[in-house]
């Protein structure tokens, strides 16, 4: 099966500093990976995904970046703000027979004043 | 996601105790998951159902059951076979038919044992 792995676990930044969290996969028919934000106690919430056929995909804020060759992907969070402090998931999938998520162990970011 | 509610937020168990976790979603959505969450070892899929009345194993199905009679709800009973209960659940839901639609999620049952 699929083996997700997510680095670092933990990531402090100065507000206004850029993030950036990586996740590895196994899977090479992996196609689809978002990135879940949650906060203490709340549930994840769907902050940013992008699909195989895709190299990058920006929001805003917050960029995904993916590496099919590395089977790598990369969420890049710019000008952050202490609003950003949270857990943050990665996740791969196949899309179709029933669309099953692996998921990274998380990353706590914390933005610091 | 104000569609996907999970009762209750918080539940105990007593040994031996059979519980049922609920997850009912007003969205519409053919499919529903439950995940359960511990610290450190981010979310693993227990089961998940794409129709009413089927679903599969997920990677850590020993000790839970479910059943999806109405496409509405996917209830998830934690069994006295499961030794160690005490996690975070948490159900999602998502179309089908739209392979890039996400899973969304409920705000999740905090189990723990008496």
């Not at chain 1, 769907?46 to 895709?54: H, Q």
């Not at chain 2, 053919?30 to 159902?49: E, F, T, V």
């Not at chain 2, 739209?98 to 008496?114: E, K, V």
């Given at each position: 099966?699929?083996?997700?792995?997510?680095?670092?676990?933990?990531?402090s930044v100065?507000?206004?500093?850029?993030?950036?969290?990586k996740?590895?996969?196994?899977?090479?028919?992996?196609?689809?990976?978002?990135?879940?934000?949650?906060?203490?106690?709340?549930?994840?919430?769907?902050?940013?995904?992008?699909?195989s056929?895709?190299?990058?995909?920006?929001?805003?804020?917050?960029?995904?970046?993916?590496?099919?060759?590395?089977?790598?992907?990369?969420?890049?969070?710019?000008?952050?703000q202490?609003?950003?402090?949270?857990?943050?998931?990665?996740?791969?999938?196949?899309?179709?027979?029933?669309?099953?998520?692996?998921?990274g162990?998380?990353?706590q970011?914390?933005?610091?004043? | 996601?104000?569609?996907?509610?999970q009762s209750?937020?918080?539940?105990?168990?007593?040994?031996?105790q059979?519980?049922?976790?609920?997850?009912?979603?007003?969205?519409?959505?053919?499919a529903?998951y439950?995940?359960?969450?511990?610290?450190?070892q981010?979310?693993?899929?227990?089961?998940?159902?794409?129709?009413?009345?089927d679903?599969?194993?997920?990677?850590i199905?020993?000790?839970?059951s479910?059943?999806?009679?109405?496409k509405?709800?996917?209830?998830?009973?934690?069994?006295s076979?499961?030794?160690?209960?005490?996690?975070?659940?948490?159900?999602?839901?998502?179309?089908?038919?739209?392979d890039?639609?996400?899973?969304?999620?409920?705000?999740?049952?905090?189990?723990?044992?008496?």
């Amino acid at each position: 099966g699929e083996n997700v792995e997510q680095h670092p676990s933990t990531l402090s930044v100065q507000e206004g500093d850029s993030a950036v969290i990586k996740c590895t996969y196994s899977d090479s028919a992996s196609n689809y990976f978002p990135w879940y934000k949650q906060e203490l106690g709340k549930r994840p919430q769907l902050i940013i995904d992008i699909r195989s056929n895709v190299g990058e995909k920006k929001d805003q804020r917050i960029a995904v970046t993916l590496n099919k060759t590395a089977k790598h992907f990369s969420l890049h969070i710019t000008e952050t703000q202490p609003e950003d402090s949270a857990v943050y998931f990665c996740a791969a999938g196949v899309t179709g027979g029933g669309n099953k998520l692996t998921f990274g162990t998380g990353t706590q970011l914390k933005v610091e004043l | 996601d104000g569609g996907i509610t999970q009762s209750p937020k918080y539940l105990f168990r007593k040994e031996g105790q059979n519980v049922t976790l609920s997850c009912e979603q007003n969205l519409n959505h053919d499919a529903m998951y439950w995940y359960r969450q511990d610290p450190g070892q981010g979310l693993r899929l227990i089961y998940y159902s794409q129709i009413v009345n089927d679903f599969q194993k997920g990677d850590i199905a020993e000790g839970y059951s479910v059943s999806r009679e109405k496409k509405e709800s996917f209830p998830l009973t934690v069994t006295s076979a499961q030794k160690n209960p005490t996690a975070f659940y948490l159900c999602a839901s998502r179309p089908t038919g739209a392979d890039n639609q996400p899973q969304h999620f409920g705000d999740g049952t905090r189990l723990s044992i008496l």
